[in-house]
């Protein structure tokens, strides 16, 4: 079983920026796929960024290319979400992923995949 555990949310003013950590436990966190996710007050779950085991392949959601950027530090078992440039639409509480199986995604998992250990979540909320 790994556990999640994510940081880094807050309250910032539009154009600002946050960074947003999730530590994992368990000797094999460098070989999963990790992900961030996010979910706005009466809306589902949504994609925000992936990254493969090793970190050369990333992908992001249309609505945050160019703003977040997500890496990982795998001596550390922590992945990151560097996000720039925020805009009220992006508060939500954002959760971390990892895939227990998996360490590459060619398609960003969805929300109910059965393999995925989640995070409790970090609340970002943006003000205009």
């Known amino acids: 079983q790994v ?4 940081s880094g949310g807050g309250l910032v003013q539009a154009g600002g ?3 947003l950590s999730c530590v994992g436990s368990g000797r094999t966190f460098s070989t999963y796929a990790m992900g961030w996710f996010r979910q706005a007050p009466g809306k589902e779950r949504e994609f925000v960024a ?14 945050v290319k160019g703003r977040f950027t997500i890496s990982r530090d795998n ?8 996000m720039n440039s925020l805009k009220p639409v992006d508060t939500a509480v954002y959760y971390c992923a990892a895939d227990r199986h998996l ?13 995925l ?11 205009s």
């Open 75 to 82: 001596a550390k078992n922590t992945a990151y979400l560097q």
């Open 117 to 127: 250990y989640w995070g409790q979540g970090t609340q970002v909320t943006v003000s």
């Open 103 to 115: 360490g590459y995604w060619p398609t960003p998992p969805t929300t109910g995949n059965p393999d």
């Open 50 to 63: 992936t990254i493969s085991w090793n970190g050369v392949s990333t992908k992001y959601a249309d609505s």
């Open 3 to 6: 556990q999640l555990v994510e």
């Open 17 to 19: 920026s946050l960074r």
